[in-house]
C-alpha cells in the first residue's frame, strides 16, 4: 500500500517541462501546417469570395486568430494535465486549427452562392457566420454522445476511416504539388524524410521543417537570378504584401451573426451533417492519439471545439475549429506540450498584425508541401500498425469511400473548369451549361468511369468509411450480431443522406437513396440470423494492443 501511494504522490508532483527540444521540430512542422491553411483561407476570402481587405484583414483573421490560439492554449493544458497525472514526459498536445474540409465547404456550399445571389460579400460572411453558430452547438451536444460512439466501434475502423481522409485529402494535394515543382518539392522532401523517418540530425540540432523551409527558399529566390521563377516568387510580389501591415483586434460580430438568420434553410441542411462529420472526425483524432500513447477524454475535446468555435463566431470568424489529423506525426517529431502553445501565440501574431500575405510572398508553398504529405503517410500507416493484422482488410474496406470521394471530386471540378473554359472560349449559351454536363456524366461510363458509383459511394465518405470497416472487423471476429447493428446504423444514416448521399432529407418518402438503405437492411437481417443460426463471438472494440513507438 505504501508503495502505491508513494508512486501515486510522485506521479502529482510531477512537473511537465513546458518545452523541449523536439517541439523546435514540431513547431516548425504544425505551425507551418497552419500557415499553409490560412493563407488558402486568405485566398478563398479575397479572390472567390471578393471580400474587401478591410474585412478580411480588420475583422475575420483577427477572430480566427483569436479562436485557433484559444484552442491550441487548451490543448497544451489539456497535456500538461495528462503529463502531470500520468508523470509521463512524452505527453504530446493534440493538434488544432481550422477544420480544412469545412474551409472549403462554408466558402462553395454557403457564403459563395449566398454572395453571387445577394451581390453582397456582407450577406456571405452573415451566413457563414450562421453555419459555424449551429456547428459549435452540434460539437457541445455530441461531446457526451461521442465517447459511447467510440467506445463501439472498432480501432480499425475509426483509423481506417481517418486514413482515408489523410491519405485522399491531406497527402494527395501536397504530393501532387511537389512534382509540379520538382526541383524544389522533392529536395525539401528528401530533407525531411531522412530526419524523421531516418532518423538523422542537422548540424546544431537544427529542426528538419525549417531546414526544408529554407533550402526551399534558397532554391526559389535563387532561380530568380537565371529567370526561372520556381515557386513564383518576386520582389514586388513581397513589395504589395507589405501593403497589408497593421494591427486589428477581433471586435464583436453578434449583430452580423443573426442578421444571417435570414439564410436559416439553407444553412441547416449542411450544418447538420457536417457536425455528425465533425463528431466522427473528432473521435477518430482522439483515437489516433490514444493509439500513438495519449489518452485525452473526448467530451472535452469535443466541447472545446465547440466553444472556441463559438467564440470565434460571434467575433466575426466564419471558419470552425477542429482537431487535426496528426497527433502522431508531431509526437514523432518530438513535440510535446509547447509547440501548442507556440503556435497559438505565432498565429495571433499573424493575423492580428496583418503578416500572412507578407509570408505568402517570401516563402514557396511547395517548400511546405512536403510537411503535409509526411502526416498522411504517418497516419495512413498508423491505422496498420496499431491494430490486428487480420483487421488490414477492413481498413482498406474503410479506405474506399474516401477514393471515391476523391476522385469525384476531381472530375466535379474538372468539368466545371471546362464548362467554364467553353463559355469564355467556344461561345457555349449560359441557359447550356447543365445540359452539356449533364451529356459529359452520361458518357463517362462508357469511358470506362463509373460516376454514379463515385457518386453513392462517397456520398458522407467518413461515416460510410466507419461503418463500412466496423462491418468487416466484426465479420472478421465472427462477432454477427454487432456486424448487424453496424449495418443497420448504416441502412438508417443512408435513408436519410448522412451516407451515401449528396443531400439531407428524406427522397420523397423513401429515403436519398432508398436502393442503398435497403441493401444494408437485407444485410443487417442476413448478419443477424448468421448470428443466430452458427453463433455469434462477442468482440472488443478496443482490445489490448501495443503502443507503436513513434522515432524520435
Known sequence: MSTSMTGTAG???????????????????????????????????????????????????????????????????LAYRLAQKTGRSDVCALPSGVSVPHMFIVTFVIMLPITLKTGDPIKGWSAGLVWVFFQSFILMIGGFIAPYIRKITPRAALLGTLAGVSVTFIAMRPALEMYMTPQIGLICFAIILVSWFG??????????????????????????????????????????????????????????????????GIILVTAIPFGIYDLVEAMDNVESAEAAGDEYPTTRVLTADGVVSLIGCLMGNPFINAVYIGHPGWKAMGGRIGYSAATGIMVVV????????????????????????????????????????RHAPAIVLAFTPHLAAWAKL?????????????????????????EVKAAAIAALPQQGVIYHGLEVMGGGSILAGLVLGAIAVFVIERDFLK????????????????????????????????????????????????????GSVAYSSHPEMPIAAPAE
Open 350 to 389: 499573424l493575423s492580428w498584425f496583418g503578416i500572412i500575405s507578407v509570408l505568402l510572398a517570401l516563402v514557396p508553398v511547395v517548400a511546405i508541401s512536403p510537411i503535409l504529405l509526411y502526416i498522411g503517410m504517418l497516419i495512413g500507416a498508423q491505422a496498420f500498425q496499431t491494430t490486428p493484422a
Open 199 to 264: 532518423g538523422v540530425k542537422y548540424p546544431r540540432g537544427i529542426p528538419a521543417g525549417l531546414v526544408a523551409i529554407a533550402a526551399g527558399m534558397i532554391i526559389a529566390w535563387g532561380s530568380n537570378l537565371f529567370g526561372l521563377g520556381l515557386g513564383g516568387l518576386s520582389l514586388k510580389g513581397v513589395g504589395d504584401a507589405f501593403a497589408n501591415f497593421g494591427f486589428s483586434v477581433p471586435i464583436p460580430a453578434v449583430g452580423q451573426v443573426f442578421s444571417g438568420f435570414e439564410f436559416l
Open 11 to 77: 506521479r502529482s508532483e510531477f512537473k511537465p517541462a513546458l518545452w523541449t527540444s523536439g517541439d523546435w521540430n514540431a513547431f516548425f512542422g504544425f505551425g507551418t501546417n497552419i500557415l499553409v491553411n490560412m493563407l488558402v483561407l486568405t485566398g478563398l476570402l479575397r479572390f472567390v469570395l471578393k471580400m474587401p481587405d478591410s474585412l478580411v484583414f480588420g475583422r475575420i483573421l483577427p477572430a480566427l486568430g483569436l479562436m485557433m490560439c484559444l484552442s491550441t492554449f487548451y490543448y497544451a493544458f
Open 410 to 434: 476531381q472530375i466535379d471540378t474538372m468539368l466545371a473548369s471546362t464548362m467554364t473554359a467553353a463559355q469564355s472560349v467556344g461561345g457555349l449559351a449560359a441557359d447550356k451549361v447543365g
Open 483 to 534: 456486424a448487424s447493428a453496424f449495418a443497420l446504423a448504416g441502412a438508417v444514416m443512408t435513408y436519410f443522406g448522412f451516407m451515401h448521399g449528396e443531400a439531407v432529407g428524406i427522397g420523397g418518402g423513401l429515403g436519398v437513396t432508398p436502393g442503398v438503405a435497403l441493401a444494408y437492411v437485407v444485410m443487417a437481417a442476413g448478419l443477424f440470423a448468421l448470428s443466430r443460426s452458427v
